[in-house]
């Protein structure tokens, strides 16, 4: 049993059900790993390895929003905000969008009429894959997708990646901003304490975790010396008077 990938799952489920802006996005924990390096095809119908579609992409942060192309729901609002509040960040600030269908019915020109409808940025990188790729893509990032005919039903996420492509943290429904976006990039790319304790609570929670048991045995420690002294008093004056 994967304990780290149990708690990660259970505040990911907090999330989604409070909806709050202060869990608008969750960090993805140290179990997270990188992102898998699967075959995929661009608008251009050309076929590459992932990581050499992103390496070739620039430099920094990569912002993964995944999408089926027909979608007339959150799949378009997701990508105009995401375009939205990019167009926010700093101009020096490094990142990368990798839009990625997870629809194995979608191919170029369905990607090419895709970016064109939603108007996205030249630099945007647009892929599908093989069904079987997909599942690995899913399968990594923990991605829901249920089909109800035409329609895929989908959780609504956008994944941060470092620069390593490590899955960094999860960007949930509409609830983020600009702010969020620019915040959620310095951790995962920056070193350090401050970075490294919301980046990790499933290892703060059981440092945490550890500290009380910790403090609970010292306690009952504690109570246990007192109650035997209490219950032989007599032991201090017989020594006085013995002396």
């Known amino acids: 049993m994967n304990l780290n990938r149990i708690f990660s799952q259970c505040v990911m489920a907090l999330a989604l059900m409070v909806g709050a802006r202060a869990m608008a996005v969750v960090p993805a924990g140290s179990s997270a790993g ?30 993964v929003l995944p999408v089926y192309t027909h979608c007339t729901m959150s799949c378009p609002v997701l990508a105009s905000k995401l375009a939205r509040e990019t167009a926010r960040l700093a101009g020096a600030t490094a990142y990368r969008v990798l839009i990625f269908s997870f629809d194995p019915a979608d191919d170029a020109a369905s990607l090419r009429e895709f970016r064109v409808k939603e108007k996205l940025p030249d630099n945007w990188m647009l892929v599908r894959a093989s069904a079987g790729d997909i599942r690995k893509f899913c399968d990594f990032f923990h991605y829901t997708i249920l089909n109800e005919g035409p329609v895929m039903i989908h959780t609504n996420q956008i994944f941060l990646l470092d620069h390593t492509l490590r899955w960094r943290a999860t960007f949930i429904d509409e609830s983020w901003n600009v702010t969020d976006l620019a915040l959620w990039m310095k951790r995962a790319e920056s070193g350090g304490l401050l970075s490294w ?25 504690v109570l246990i010396s007192r109650s035997r002294r209490m219950s032989h008093p007599d032991v201090l004056g017989a020594s006085s008077l013995g002396n």
């Open 34 to 63: 990188t992102l898998p390096n699967i075959t995929v095809w661009d608008e251009a119908n050309s076929q590459s390895q992932l990581w050499s579609k992103l390496q070739a992409g620039g430099s920094g942060p990569v912002f």
């Open 197 to 221: 304790i919301p980046m990790n609570p499933e290892q703060l929670a059981f440092i945490a975790l550890g500290g009380m048991v910790v403090s609970l045995l010292l306690i009952l420690w």
